[in-house]
């Protein structure tokens, strides 16, 4: 492998919505970017895998062919994620054990599967995408919102355990930002969660993704165990 060609980036569900700006984000910034999906296409220039992060012998194939082909992994973009939404009432146990083992379960089997490469070389980035419903709730939510509030102790355990070894976990908590998620949303729902925004806005992709392109710079070392909202002003810095 050639020295100064850019670290190896994997942004999960990194084919569309955030993950793709995340990972346009990474590559404009000169790293080399692999991102994985359950379909495993990429945009030009990225390498695209089939990973579906809640069946952890995928995830550890997609690392396989990532590190053979371009090197062990310096940054996760951990952003795949679900809803399934609906009041309580209704809410049935797989509806709620499946965004959980997606959203956080997931969010695991990729940073246990990340981190041990980045122990031996005593560097890496973990950056995982929560919600700003994870500290403000959202009405048919309940499973959702609890897998991104998860994801904060999750990070926040790993800031503490792998930050001897020069590995950083930060949080960034997106408020409500145009993508297919948010699209098949009805039009009252949209209204009502952009009238929470200061803005009266939602946000796009390229919001969130400028935030995670500085958490994974140079410039970002000494941020660790964070809790960043990128959300209009919605949560006021919660
Ligand atoms: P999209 O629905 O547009 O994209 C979700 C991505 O996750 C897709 O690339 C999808 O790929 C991937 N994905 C889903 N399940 C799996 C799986 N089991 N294994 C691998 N990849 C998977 O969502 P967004 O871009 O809107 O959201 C991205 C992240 O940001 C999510 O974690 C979401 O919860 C979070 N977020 C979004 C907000 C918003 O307003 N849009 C607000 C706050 C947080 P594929 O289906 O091809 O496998």
Same mark, same amino acid.
């Given at each position: 492998?050639?020295?100064?060609?850019?670290?190896?980036? #994997?942004? %999960?569900?990194?084919?569309?919505?955030?993950?793709?700006?995340?990972?346009?984000?990474?590559?404009?910034?000169?790293?080399? *970017?692999?991102?994985?999906?359950?379909?495993?296409?990429?945009?030009?220039?990225?390498?695209?895998?089939?990973?579906?992060?809640?069946?952890?012998?995928?995830?550890?194939?997609?690392?396989?062919?990532?590190?053979?082909?371009?090197?062990?992994?310096?940054?996760?973009?951990?952003?795949?994620?679900?809803?399934?939404?609906?009041?309580?009432?209704?809410?049935?146990?797989?509806?709620?054990?499946?965004?959980? $083992?997606?959203?956080? *379960?997931?969010?695991?089997?990729?940073?246990?599967?990340? %981190?041990?490469?980045?122990?031996?070389?005593?560097?890496?980035?973990?950056?995982?995408?929560?919600?700003?419903?994870a500290s403000i709730g959202g009405p048919?939510? /309940?499973?959702?919102?609890?897998?991104?509030?998860?994801?904060?102790?999750?990070?926040?355990?790993? /800031?503490?355990?792998?930050?001897?070894?020069?590995?950083?976990?930060?949080?960034?908590?997106?408020?409500?930002?145009?993508?297919?998620?948010?699209?098949?949303?009805?039009?009252?729902?949209?209204?009502? #969660? %952009?009238?929470?925004?200061?803005?009266?806005?939602?946000?796009?992709?390229?919001?969130?993704?400028? #935030?995670?392109?500085?958490?994974?710079?140079? /410039?970002?070392?000494?941020?660790?165990?964070?809790?960043?909202?990128? $959300?209009?002003? #919605?949560?006021?810095?919660?």
């Amino acid at each position: 492998m050639v020295e100064n060609e850019g670290r190896v980036a #994997l942004v %999960t569900g990194g084919n569309r919505g955030i993950g793709a700006a995340c990972a346009a984000a990474l590559a404009a910034a000169g790293e080399r *970017v692999a991102v994985a999906s359950r379909g495993g296409s990429a945009p030009e220039g990225m390498l695209g895998v089939t990973m579906d992060v809640a069946d952890a012998d995928s995830v550890d194939k997609a690392f396989g062919k990532i590190e053979a082909e371009l090197g062990p992994v310096e940054i996760v973009v951990s952003n795949a994620g679900i809803v399934r939404d609906t009041l309580l009432a209704t809410m049935s146990e797989e509806a709620f054990h499946d965004v959980i $083992d997606t959203n956080l *379960v997931g969010a695991y089997r990729v940073a246990k599967r990340a %981190t041990r490469p980045m122990m031996r070389l005593r560097r890496g980035r973990l950056i995982f995408i929560s919600s700003v419903v994870a500290s403000i709730g959202g009405p048919g939510q /309940a499973n959702y919102a609890a897998s991104k509030a998860g994801l904060i102790g999750f990070a926040r355990s790993l /800031a503490r355990e792998l930050a001897p070894r020069n590995i950083t976990a930060n949080v960034v908590a997106p408020g409500p930002i145009r993508t297919d998620m948010t699209d098949a949303l009805t039009e009252d729902q949209r209204a009502a #969660l %952009t009238a929470a925004v200061p803005g009266k806005r939602m946000g796009d992709p390229q919001d969130v993704a400028a #935030l995670v392109a500085f958490l994974a710079s140079p /410039a970002a070392a000494y941020i660790n165990g964070a809790l960043i909202p990128v $959300d209009g002003g #919605l949560s006021m810095g919660h």
